[in-house]
């Protein structure tokens, strides 16, 4: 497998997304293949980091998935020259108690796949300190390895000579200095950056990204740094697709689902047939499942509640086949959503559900559930690991109980899911799964 660096950071807004894209595509541009990943459940990174690099991006995580899976999708990267991943959080930001193969961090990525870690940091408002911040993350724990730092929202020359001598200090390798430009900056909205489907200029922010990482970032010494990846074959681990020939909604509403995922369904011998609920379409009834996924339908509500051929056809499928939602498709298939504005909308009503935007709390988090009855490609009693992000809130939930669900240290969680007749869901995103 070809060598590979993880790009980290202590904290959260420190400019991971902007350098890894700037990254990808200059390195892209010189005919370096890249093949990037994303440490975490993110499921909006990895479409901008694909349009960026020209290849599939890959979640990784260790929480949630074991050790042979992350491994088979480490054997994506055949055929690549350079791995770069972008890391979530602060680069040891991880739950308290160990999933799968560990905490969720970002450093056990590293670890597992060998890759050192280049830490952007943003200095503004320090200098030498910010050498002291890198010390603290390259001495933190044992590995993974700090190959070096880039140094984000530089003032001035002086500012970068000062943070520079820390470094040199420090024995810490400076890749390149980046001064303030908030004009590149991802655009976000509630639940993370504005998927990249739905960015306007998003080839032009990736071209100006990286002319701008380009030319203040010395490239060769940081492909140079990498290291690591799995040897020999990765074991496919075997997936359950939901059915043979599944109905997948995709559009502005339903677009967070997981590359990986999609990928094994494919693998597996599945066909997808996507269509789109805002577009007014129904699921093609020559499908044998429908699977709703998470997205913005609290941003659409009034346009899916005007769907009308959508949502009598998803009620249509519903009596003879599956249907299972996740996130936002779960609050789809209920009764009712109220939105922003306090103002409800009529959805498709396969469970008794009724969700609000109006107040709105964050749920967040890893979760491990135990099916009390089966979903498409699970039994009742198989175990799921998956993550939750969402801040809409019950008012009504009147179904069964679909699952046990538990959160990263054991303690339940009152979402539960739901199941009424052939339909069912739950509000955390499917990563991994045991049937």
């Known amino acids: 497998m070809p060598p590979g660096l993880l790009i980290g950071a202590p904290s959260s807004g420190s400019g991971k997304t902007t350098v890894m894209l700037g990254l990808a595509r200059a390195f892209r541009d010189r005919g370096v293949s890249v093949q990037p990943y994303k440490s975490g459940p993110d499921y909006i990174d990895p479409g901008f980091h694909a349009a960026a690099a020209g290849r599939p991006s890959w979640n990784l995580d260790s929480w949630a998935m074991p050790a042979g899976l992350i491994a088979s999708l480490g054997a994506e990267a055949a055929g690549a020259d350079l791995v770069l991943a972008e890391g979530s959080m602060g ?55 700090l190959a070096g730092v880039i140094l984000n929202r530089v003032a001035s020359p002086r500012h970068e000579a000062l943070v520079r001598a820390g470094m040199a200090q420090a024995g810490i390798a400076v890749f390149g200095a980046l001064p303030r430009r908030a004009k590149i900056e991802v655009p976000e909205r509630h639940l ?37 990846g799995i040897g020999g074959v990765a074991e496919t681990v075997p997936v359950t697709p939901p059915g043979q020939r599944i109905a997948l909604a995709r559009d502005a509403a339903f677009s967070f689902v997981y590359p990986h995922m999609l990928a094994a369904w494919r693998r597996a011998g599945a066909e997808i047939l996507p269509f789109s609920p805002l577009a007014d379409q ?11 996924p998470g997205g913005y339908p609290e941003l659409h509500a009034g346009r899916l509640a005007a769907a009308r051929h959508f949502r009598a056809g998803l009620r249509r499928f519903g009596e003879t086949r599956p249907v299972h939602g996740e996130c936002g498709g779960y609050m789809t298939m209920g009764a009712a959503l109220i939105d922003a504005d306090g103002t ?43 993550h939750e992000f969402h801040y809409s809130s019950v008012v009504t939930l009147d179904d069964e ?25 739950t509000f955390f995103h499917l990563i991994a799964g045991v049937a």
């Open 344 to 386: 409800g909308h009529e959805m498709a009503g396969l469970l008794g559900l009724v969700t609000s935007y109006a107040a709105r709390r964050m749920h967040l988090g890893y979760r491990r559930a135990r099916l009390l009855a089966a979903i498409p490609g699970f039994p009742s009693g198989g175990e799921l690991r998956g």
């Open 401 to 425: 109980p679909l699952a046990q669900v538990e959160d990263a240290t054991g303690a339940q969680v009152a979402e539960t899911g739901s199941r009424r007749g052939r339909a069912t869901g």
């Open 192 to 228: 993370g950056l504005v998927p990249a489907e739905e960015h306007g200029a998003l080839e032009e922010m990736i071209v100006e990204a990286a002319d701008f990482v380009a030319g203040n970032v010395d490239l060769e010494a940081l492909r140079g740094a990498a290291s690591g």
């Open 282 to 292: 129904a699921p093609d009834e020559t499908a044998d499942v429908c699977w709703l």
């Open 91 to 145: 680069l040891f930001d991880g739950v308290a108690v160990a999933g799968a193969s560990g905490t969720g961090a970002s450093a056990d990525i590293a670890r597992l796949m060998g890759w050192p870690v280049v830490l952007v940091l943003d200095v503004s408002g320090q200098a030498q300190t910010a050498a002291a911040v890198a010390l603290g993350c390259a001495r933190f724990q044992a590995g993974p390895g």
